[in-house]
């Protein structure tokens, strides 16, 4: 017997070790950011004039750090140690495990450089540009070799419903990434989507709705359907319902994307689909909550002494809500109040705080004695860092449902002569104000239980016992070997995977074929203009800072929208948009027509300084704009990038780019000299971000 | 209108798609045990102290 066959009787705990303890660093980091990004929204001032950490780059680098490093670790850890021992064998290459988590972590640190330096493809939770793009593509690769491989070296024929989620988990986050991420450089950190307008927002959501359910939830059900059985000493309480759970669950969650898009320019069929999938969603949603819930039975009386039982009831509870309030809020008329406001960010919070957290809380409390072969050093500090993080979740979610359907109705509100009773859109934020401090508070309530159990891991891991073993695998009979009978679907992992991936393609393949040609949706009388090389550089700025973050892009056909911002946003106005900015949220106003409403001096002036303009403004200022020169070295290759995607440049466009750009700069910086502004501007990115904001609405117009 | 129908005739294939595997799961014996492979994921397998000691002097 030589060294390597003695090694495959351990299971690899190391690495277990490895992603658990790395996933309490990145949990400080992605909590921390969040904490300062809400304070921000609170108190504006708190960016210190820093433009790394304004909110419009600070906001993506907290939910890039929440899901892919804090999530992401704690996932990858629970798989490689429920997956060893579910398959009764050790990871498939010790080597590929390491380089899934040094790969995993360089991932991470790329995103932790470039997200605040402003490097940004502009989507949500699609940020990162195009090298880590595929930084991630290779690491995941590795990591689904090394998955399938344990697979299929397995010693238990039978495969578990943690390995099911587990295996539909690896497939669609890879073709989720893949299609989403498709872009074209132009420089070596910067790039444009090859989607555009409609089809990129429906491209968007697809993967970023499927994030949530490829990436924070199968996940973590499998981990539910391990760590609580496994917690409790129980079975699960229905297998059978983790059968219609598991199908259900992944067939139909893919279709859900478009409920991000309701009222907006996106075809009607495509609203209602989307609309329809996501109520149909609630049942296998909650199979999933009873199913974990009712693993308890018989066993209640337990929870009051067990910190870590209470953590996993809280974490159905919360997936419970959220996947109630999901589709609830994925009906229409709910989704005319509930959209764009604060309400989405408490839902979310509430899944992500709740669910995914308090999941990953339980799991480590419950991994780490067992790793380090001790026992945890304080059950009274979990206990009390539950209910602190209770609390926390508690105000948090309560402020923001509070302060989206306050701020939802304020917005709404038209009186009996037929005009908005609050027009100034300031007084609607300066009212939920308040409600943002509640939210840091309970974020800070949130930090501190968890800084209770950083230290009491830290306790624990320093009272290990012995020094540090893999676990020995007692039998060691390959059951897939032996095997005479006919196996079930559930003993043929190849076969299973490709109906699973199939599952997940069917809902794919029917959303987002059809608007590959999306001139079909697009009125012929129309002619889009696009953007000039002046304004497509002051778009990129707008994509760099992240404005999309706090302000929309598109007017639904309401009649609040239509009298505060104008006509409904159409198709065809942002159909060369690469990458769309429709947004999801507004902190701010809607800026789809903002063009030629103010003269470039009030947009000088509000950049600089927007309070100003508006003394209430939650705005930061963007003092730099007025600082750093134009960079047109590349705009020649920009344009010429846009127009193999299609964006109808002509040649002359392409090749007199430069040109172009600064002679439109020089009448931008001609005319604010006139009104008084004394600086030498004429070079500067606030010219050309004027000369984009004052061009959205202006094209695509009949 | 185009849109309709096309929707109609995938909800038709899906349906029927979803009928028949219901049956072929059922007819092939898919459902037969839903007993065993909850209880078995709660047993360890794994060597621990003298055990183990014992079972690596061998």
């Known amino acids: 017997m030589n060294n390597n066959d003695i090694k495959t009787n351990y299971y690899d705990d190391d690495i277990v070790r490895k992603f658990a303890m790395i996933t309490l660093v990145w949990a400080g980091v992605a909590f921390l950011v969040g904490l300062i990004a809400a304070l921000q929204l609170a108190f504006w001032p708190l960016n210190g004039g820093l433009e790394w950490i304004t909110f419009g780059r600070l906001r993506p680098l907290h939910t890039n750090a929440a899901i892919f490093a804090f999530a992401g670790n704690a996932i990858f850890g629970g798989m490689y140690h429920s997956t060893q021992r579910l398959l009764r064998t050790r990871l498939f290459s010790d080597t590929l495990s390491r380089i899934h988590f040094w790969g995993w972590q360089l991932v991470i640190l790329c995103a932790a450089i470039s997200l605040p330096l402003g490097f940004t493809q502009g989507k949500e939770y699609a940020e990162l540009e195009w090298p880590i793009d595929i930084l991630i593509t290779l690491v995941w690769v590795v990591f689904a070799i090394n998955f399938f491989g344990t697979l299929y070296k397995r010693r238990e024929k039978h495969m578990y419903v943690a390995i099911w989620f587990y295996i539909a988990t690896i497939l669609t986050v890879a073709v989720l990434h893949i299609v989403n991420s498709i872009a074209i450089p132009f420089s070596f950190m910067k790039s444009y989507t090859v989607w555009a307008g409609m089809q990129d927002a429906l491209v968007q959501w697809w993967y970023g709705h499927n994030a949530v359910a490829f990436f924070l939830t199968t996940p973590f059900l499998g981990l539910m359907y391990y760590y609580v059985p496994k917690i409790l000493n129980a079975p699960i309480y229905s297998y059978r319902l983790s059968i219609i759970h598991f199908w259900a669950l992944v067939f139909i969650y893919i279709w859900a994307g478009p409920h991000h898009l309701l009222y907006t320019s996106l075809p009607d069929w495509l609203q209602t689909l989307g609309m329809v999938f996501s109520v149909m969603l609630w049942a296998p949603s909650w199979g999933g909550m009873i199913n974990g819930l009712l693993t308890f039975k018989g066993r209640w009386h337990l929870v009051r002494s067990e910190p870590v039982w209470k953590f996993l009831i809280a974490a159905l509870t919360f997936y419970g809500m959220a996947t109630f309030e999901g589709p609830l809020l994925s009906i229409k008329s709910v989704s005319a109040l509930g959209h764009y406001t604060d309400w989405i960010v408490g839902h979310v919070h509430g899944g992500a705080l709740g669910w995914n957290g308090f999941m990953i809380f339980a799991m480590l409390y419950y991994l780490v004695p067992k790793l380090w072969n001790t026992e945890l050093y304080s059950k009274k500090l979990a206990e009390q860092h539950f209910w602190l993080g209770l609390v926390g979740i508690i105000l948090y979610y309560v402020s923001m449902v509070v302060a989206g359907v306050t701020q939802g109705l304020m917005w709404k509100a038209v009186d009996s002569n037929g005009l908005l009773v609050y027009p100034e859109f300031i007084e609607t934020v300066v009212r939920i104000i308040p409600l943002y401090w509640i939210r840091a508070l309970g974020g800070l309530l949130y930090i501190i239980g968890f800084v209770l159990m950083v230290y009491n891991i830290v306790k624990t891991v320093k009272s290990k016992k012995a020094p540090l073993t893999d676990t020995a695998i007692a039998n060691l009979v390959n059951e897939n070997v032996k095997d005479n009978q006919p196996r079930l679907l559930e003993g043929y992992a190849t076969v299973f995977s490709v109906l699973a991936l199939l599952a997940v393609l069917v809902g794919t393949v029917i959303e987002i074929y059809p608007t590959l040609n999306v001139h079909r949706y697009v009125n012929p009388e129309i002619t889009t203009q696009p953007f000039s090389a002046l304004e497509q550089e002051g778009r990129d700025l707008y994509v760099r800072e992240g404005c999309y973050l706090c302000h929309s892009q598109q007017i639904r056909p309401l009649v609040d929208e239509k009298l505060r911002y104008g006509d409904p946003s159409t198709i065809e106005e942002s159909i060369y948009d690469h990458p769309y900015q429709w947004g999801s949220k507004r902190t701010g106003p809607d800026l789809a027509r903002l063009g030629k409403k103010y003269p470039d001096m009030w947009h000088y002036r509000h950049m600089l300084d927007p309070r100003e303009i508006q003394p209430k403004s939650i705005m930061p200022a963007y003092d730099w704009l007025a600082k750093k020169n134009i960079d047109y070295s590349q705009i020649k290759k920009k344009l010429n990038v846009l127009k193999n995607l299609g964006v109808p440049y002509t040649d002359e466009q392409v090749q007199n780019a430069d040109v172009d750009a600064e002679a439109q700069a020089k009448v931008i910086s001609e005319g604010l000299k006139q009104k008084g502004v004394a600086e030498k501007i004429e070079n500067k990115e606030i010219i050309a971000m004027i000369a984009y904001l004052q061009a959205l609405g202006q094209k695509g117009k009949k | ?58």
């Open chain 2, 1 to 58: 209108m185009s849109t309709i129908l096309f929707m109609v005739a995938v909800a038709l294939i899906l349906s029927i798609t979803f009928v028949v595997s219901y049956l072929w799961a059922l007819s092939s014996g898919q459902f037969n045990d839903l007993d065993t492979p909850a209880l078995r994921i709660l047993k360890d397998d794994i060597l621990k102290g003298t055990e183990r000691k014992n079972h690596e002097q061998q």
